[in-house]
C-alpha cells in the first residue's frame, strides 16, 4: 500500500476534504493510505509527527492554491517535499486546486502537474470532473509505485549480489563468505569541470545518489569495481528505483534497449519489461570500455535520467563528441588507505558461523594488530607506495592466504607463500593445469630477469621482446604455443603489451617475486648483483627485491652480505645507550620537554585509533598522489647523510622482514645476533644525531633561525605583537628541545616496528639482557606493549629507579606507556598502578591542578 502525504493550507480544508472523499475508494481496495494535517500549528511534538510522515511517504501531493503559495508552512513542506524527491526518489504531484501563479515557482513548473495541463480543479464545469481527472492521473502514480515496489529479484541475480565471488570459500570459519561479511565502500576521486580530484567517500551514495545522476566510474583492473556495481544496485533498489545490471564480453554489439530488456527479465520475476515507468529504469553498465560503439549507447541511453557506467579509465574512453559526458559525474576508485584496511581486515576477523561464539574483544585489537602489519608488508607500503594495490581482492586474497598452511618442505616462507598462491591463483582462473604450473613460472622467471638484467627494469618494446622469446626457446622446452601462454597472461593481468606496445608486467610484486626467484635460483653466479642489490637498499626495487629473494630461500648468503653491510653503517659511531653520561646535557631541559600524561580509563581507544588512522590515511594520499615518489627518493639523493640514513633505515627494515619471517627456521643465536645488528644501526643513528645537537653551536644555530621565522611571523600578524624578546626566547627553546626528543623518540619507535614481532619477544628480551641498556630496554618493552599488549610494571618501575636512567630516557619511557594507554583498554585498577608506580599523571589529576591554578 502506498503512504500518501497531503500537503496544503488550512484555508483550502473543504476542497481536501473533497479530495479525501474522492480517493476513498483507492484507499479502499489497498491501494494508498492517506495522512494529512487539519491542526499544522499545534507545537513542535506534531510538527516531528509531520516530519516522519513526510521522510517515509511514497507520494507527496502538494495541494497548491494562492493560499498553499502564501503560507510559510506550507512553502516548507513543499521544499522539504523536493528535498526528498531529489534524495530518495519520493513522488511528488502538484494539484491545482484554484487558478493561482504556481507556474512562477519553476521548482513546480518543472513537475507534472494535475489536473490534465495544470488546469485548475475548481475551474471545471463540474468540480467533481477536475477530482475524477486528478484522481486518474494518481491511480497510474499509484500503480507505477506499486508495480515497482513489488518487483522481486530472482534467485540468481540476488545469489550474484551477495556473492563474493573467488573469496566465497577463503574463509576458515564459514563455508560461504557472502559479500556482506566483508564490504567496505571505497574512497574515490572525484572530478570536476576542470579535472580537478577530490576526495569522495562512496558510502556517500547511500543518501546522495540520486544528485549525482548519471554517473561515470572507473578502476584499474581488481579494483572493485562491479563489487561496487552491486552496492549501487542494492542503493537504487531501497529508492524504489529499477536498476539493471549489464555486463556483456562480446563488446555490447547489437540494440542497446533490446540488452537492457533481456537483462530485466533474468534479474527480476516480472514478464514484461514494458510495465514499467522508464523514469525508474537505471541502466549500470559495467566493463563499458569494452564496448565498440560508445558514443551509440550513450545516445541511445540519453533518455534515462540515471545511469551508471563502469570503464578502466574515464579520459581513455573512445568518445569523439565529448559533449556526450559532459553532463556525467565522474569517480575513481582510490586503493583502500590504513583507515579502510583497518575496518575490511575487522570484518575478516569478525566473520563467523551463526553457531560460533563471538570473539573475545581482549584479543580482538591483537588480532587485528597483528594481521594489520602483516598486510603492510606483503603491500609493501612500509617501503614506499607499495608493490601491490592495496584493493579489497588483493588485501583479502593474502588474509586467506596467511590462513592457509604452506607445504612444511617448501623453501618459501609464509608470506613468500601468500604471493606464490595469489599468482597461482591467477593462473588457475585462466585454465591453467597444475602440470602447466611449471611452464608459466619457469617463463615469467626468465622474463623478470631479462627485464631487470638487460633494461634495468623497464618494458621491453615488440623487437625486444622478441629477441627474450628467441633466447628462451632455444634453452627451454616450450610445449605451449607462445601465442597462447601470451594471451592467458594478459587476460589474467600478469604481464601484458600496455597502450605504447611496451611488454612487462602488470604489477610491481609479481615482477620482484619472479627476479628474486631466479637470483635465488642462481645464487652462485649471481653474487655481483645481489651484493650489488643490497649496497644499494636506500633504492625501494632493491630492497622489495631482496624482502624476495628471502622468502625464496633459507641460504645463509644473503644474510651475511647483509648483516656485513649493517655493520658497516655509521660505523664511526657508538650505539646509543640513553644512560645518564649520555644524555645529561639533554636532562637538563627536562622542563621544556612535553608531558607523559594517563588517559582516563573511560577514554575510548577506538577514537585514538582512529585519529592514528586518519593521520596514516592523509600520509598514504600524499604520497599515492604524488606518482614519481621513489624517483625523487633516488635521483635526487644530493647529500650522501640523507643517502646513507635511508640506506640505514631500509637496511635494518628488510633485516627485520627476514627475521619475522624465519622467525621459527633461524637459529636461535642467528635470530639474535640479526635483531642486535638492527638494532644497533638505529642506535648508532641516535648517537650520530646526539653529537650534533650535544654541540651548543648547533641549538644557537637552530634558535635563531626559529627566532629569525617567528619574529617574521608576528609582523605579518599585527595582534600578536604583544609578544616579548623573553617570551620568544622561552618559546624557541622549547621548540628546539621538543623537536630533538621527537626525533629520539622517532627512531626508538622505528625500531620498535622494524624489529618488533609477537614471535621475537624472547629475542628482543634476551638482546636487552645482554646489552643492559636503556635504549635496548625501551624498545624491548616497547615491543612487548604494542605486540604482546604487556606493560611489566614492576620491571619498568625498576629500572627507572636506577641512576644510570638518563631522565630523557625515563621521558621515553613513559610516552610509550601512555601511547599504549591511549591505545588499548585498561581498566580503572590497572590505570590506577599504572599512574602510582610510574608517577605519572593522569588526565583528571591534571585538569584539577590547573583549576586550582
Known amino acids: 500500500m502506498n503512504k500518501l502525504f497531503i500537503s496544503y493550507s488550512h484555508k483550502d480544508e473543504n476542497l481536501i476534504e473533497n479530495f479525501i472523499n474522492h480517493v476513498a475508494p483507492l484507499k479502499n481496495n489497498g491501494i494508498l493510505s492517506e495522512w494529512y494535517d487539519r491542526r499544522i500549528e499545534t507545537g513542535e511534538e506534531f510538527q516531528e509527527d509531520i516530519n516522519n510522515n513526510l521522510e517515509n511517504a511514497d507520494i507527496i501531493c502538494l495541494m497548491i492554491s494562492s493560499n498553499f503559495l502564501a503560507s510559510e508552512a506550507c512553502l516548507e513542506e513543499k521544499d522539504i517535499a523536493l528535498e526528498l524527491k531529489d534524495r530518495k526518489g519520493i513522488r511528488v504531484i502538484p494539484i491545482i486546486l484554484s487558478p493561482c501563479a504556481w507556474t512562477i515557482h519553476k521548482e513546480l513548473s518543472d513537475l507534472l502537474a494535475i489536473p490534465t495541463d495544470g488546469k485548475a480543479v475548481t475551474t471545471f464545469p ?23 515496489k513489488s518487483l522481486k529479484l530472482n534467485n540468481s541475480f540476488s545469489r550474484f549480489l551477495n556473492s563474493a565471488d573467488i573469496l566465497s570459500k577463503s574463509h576458515k570459519n564459514k563455508e560461504i563468505l557472502n559479500l556482506e561479511d566483508i564490504f567496505v565502500y571505497p574512497k574515490l576521486k572525484c572530478y570536476d569541470e576542470e579535472e580537478v580530484s577530490h576526495k569522495y567517500d562512496s558510502e556517500n551514495f547511500n543518501s546522495e545518489i540520486l544528485s549525482h545522476e548519471k554517473l561515470i566510474i572507473a578502476g584499474e583492473n581488481q579494483a572493485g569495481k562491479t563489487t561496487l556495481c552491486k552496492a549501487l544496485i542494492q542503493i537504487y533498489r531501497r529508492l524504489n528505483f529499477v536498476p539493471i545490471f549489464l555486463d556483456d564480453e562480446n563488446k555490447y554489439l547489437g540494440n542497446p534497449h533490446h540488452k537492457l530488456e533481456k537483462a530485466f527479465l533474468e534479474q527480476y520475476e516480472h514478464e514484461a519489461f514494458d510495465d514499467i515507468d522508464i523514469k525508474r529504469v537505471v541502466p549500470i553498465v559495467d566493463n563499458f570500455h569494452i564496448a565498440k560503439y560508445q558514443e551509440k549507447y550513450i545516445e541511445q541511453y540519453e533518455s534515462f535520467r540515471f545511469q551508471v557506467l563502469i570503464v578502466d579509465d574515464i579520459f581513455g574512453l573512445n568518445i569523439k563528441n565529448q559533449a556526450l559526458i559532459a553532463e556525467y559525474s565522474k569517480f575513481k576508485i582510490r586503493e583502500f588507505t590504513s583507515l579502510e584496511r583497518n575496518e575490511l581486515i575487522r570484518k575478516w576477523i569478525e566473520v563467523k558461523e551463526e553457531s560460533q561464539i563471538q570473539i573475545n574483544p581482549n584479543h580482538l585489537q591483537q588480532s587485528i594488530d597483528d594481521k594489520t602489519e602483516k598486510i603492510e608488508n606483503s603491500l609493501g607500503v612500509i617501503f614506499g607506495k607499495g608493490i601491490m594495490p592495496s584493493y579489497p581482492f588483493f588485501i583479502l586474497s593474502i588474509l586467506a592466504a596467511q590462513d592457509t598452511q604452506k607445504p612444511l618442505d617448501s623453501e ?16 588457475r582462473r585462466e585454465g591453467v593445469t597444475n602440470e602447466q604450473i611449471d611452464i608459466y613460472t619457469n617463463f615469467l622467471t626468465e622474463l623478470s630477469f631479462w627485464i631487470f638484467d638487460k633494461k634495468n627494469g623497464t618494458n621491453l618494446d615488440r623487437n625486444e621482446f622478441e629477441e627474450f622469446t628467441k633466447f628462451y626457446e632455444s634453452h627451454y622446452n616450450l610445449p605451449i604455443p607462445l601465442s597462447e601462454l601470451v594471451t592467458k597472461l594478459s587476460n589474467v593481468n600478469i604481464c601484458k603489451f600496455d597502450s605504447f606496445n611496451q611488454f612487462g608486467f602488470c604489477y610491481s610484486y609479481i615482477y620482484y617475486f619472479f627476479v628474486a626467484k631466479y637470483l635465488s635460483e642462481h645464487e652462485s653466479d649471481k653474487k655481483g648483483a645481489i651484493g650489488n ?18 622468502h625464496h630461500t633459507k641460504s645463509d648468503y644473503l644474510l651475511d652480505e647483509l648483516l656485513l653491510n649493517a655493520e658497516m653503517l655509521f660505523d664511526k659511531y657508538e650505539p646509543a645507550t640513553l644512560k645518564t653520561d649520555e644524555l645529561s646535557f639533554f636532562d637538563k631541559h627536562e622542563d621544556k620537554i612535553v608531558k607523559a600524561i594517563l588517559p582516563s580509563y573511560q577514554h575510548d581507544p577506538e577514537a585514538e585509533r582512529k585519529k592514528l588512522l586518519i593521520e596514516k590515511s592523509e600520509l598514504e594520499d600524499r604520497r599515492n598522489d604524488i606518482e614519481t615518489t621513489s624517483q625523487i627518493h633516488d635521483d635526487q639523493m644530493s647529500s650522501e647523510l640523507l643517502r646513507d640514513l635511508r640506506l640505514s633505515i631500509k637496511t635494518v627494515e628488510v633485516m627485520g622482514l627476514i627475521i619475522k619471517n624465519r622467525s621459527g627456521s633461524l637459529n636461535l643465536k642467528r635470530l639474535e645476533y640479526i635483531f642486535e645488528q638492527g638494532l644497533k644501526v638505529h642506535l648508532r643513528i641516535l ?5 650534533i645537537i650535544k654541540d651548543d653551536g648547533t641549538e644557537q644555530i637552530i634558535v635563531n633561525l626559529l627566532k629569525e621565522r617567528i619574529n617574521q611571523i608576528i609582523e605579518e600578524k599585527e595582534d600578536d605583537k604583544d609578544l616579548s624578546v623573553e617570551k620568544i626566547e622561552k618559546l624557541v627553546k622549547a621548540i628546539y628541545w621538543n623537536i630533538n ?7 626508538i619507535t622505528k625500531a620498535i616496528h622494524a624489529l618488533g614481532s609477537i614471535n621475537l619477544l624472547k629475542i628482543a628480551e634476551n638482546v636487552s639482557q645482554k646489552e643492559l ?3 635496548a630496554f625501551i624498545v624491548n618493552h616497547g615491543i612487548k606493549m604494542w605486540y604482546d599488549k604487556n606493560v611489566k610494571l614492576n620491571e619498568l618501575a625498576e629500572w627507572i629507579s636506577e641512576k644510570d636512567f638518563s631522565k630523557t630516557a625515563e621521558r621515553l619511557l613513559k610516552i610509550k606507556v601512555v601511547e599504549h594507554c591511549r591505545m588499548h583498554k585498561i581498566d580503572f585498577r590497572k590505570l590506577k598502578e599504572i599512574e602510582e608506580k610510574l608517577h605519572l599523571p593522569a588526565t583528571k589529576m591534571l585538569a584539577e591542578r590547573s583549576k586550582n591554578k
Not at 533 to 550: M, P
Not at 687 to 691: A, D, L, P, R
Not at 741 to 747: A, R
Open 687 to 691: 648517537t650520530s644525531f646526539i653529537v
Open 126 to 148: 463540474d468540480e467533481n470532473e477536475g477530482w475524477l481527472d486528478a484522481i486518474h492521473w494518481l491511480m497510474k502514480v499509484c500503480n507505477s509505485v506499486n508495480t515497482i
Open 741 to 747: 626528543f621527537g626525533v629520539l623518540h622517532g627512531f
Open 533 to 550: 642489490i643490497l649496497s644499494n637498499l636506500h633504492k625501494d626495487e632493491n630492497a622489495y627485491i631482496t624482502v624476495f629473494i628471502a
Open 773 to 775: 641498556t636503556p635504549s
Open 412 to 427: 618459501i616462507t609464509s608470506q613468500g607463500h601468500c604471493y606464490q598462491a595469489l599468482i597461482y591463483l591467477y593462473l
